[in-house]
């Protein structure tokens, strides 16, 4: 089998042995990240899966190699400035539990432009603000 050709963005620590299995032999489950880890065994699975943002693992100079493909970036919300309603704000407040009250919700999204990259650890770091 021909080698894969490839640019990481970044190496993950993590090895293929120690993810979680899943239901498909060629998928692993990452606690750490809380993603699936894909096996590109061809150029054209890599290729795939770069394009749709995937973890993946590969044969590099004969080890398994895990990763996330050059050109991928993390997800995150843009939260546009905006004036809310008291319900807008109630539901801002449900979906963010740990940032405690409505009035700390409205200070951090009332008319502000927020970007939140990371969810869990962002928004945690955040709430700790206010």
Not at 63 to 89: A, I, R, W
Request: charged share 25%.
């Amino acid at each position: 089998m021909p080698p894969v050709i490839c640019k990481l963005k970044f190496k993950c620590p993590n090895e293929w042995a120690n993810l979680d299995r899943t239901s498909f032999r060629e998928v692993r489950f990452c606690t750490e990240f809380q993603s699936n880890v894909y096996f590109a065994q061809t150029q054209s699975d890599f290729e795939q899966f770069a394009s749709e943002g995937k973890c993946i693992a590969l044969i590099e100079n004969e080890s398994l190699v895990l990763g996330m493909p050059e050109g991928y970036s993390e997800p995150f919300v843009l939260v546009p400035p905006q004036e809310y309603t008291d319900k807008q704000l109630y539901l801002l407040k449900r979906i963010l539990p740990f940032c405690g009250s409505i009035v700390a919700v409205k200070e951090m999204f009332y008319l502000k432009e927020v970007k939140i990259e990371d969810m869990a650890r962002k928004m945690h770091g955040l709430c700790k603000l206010i």
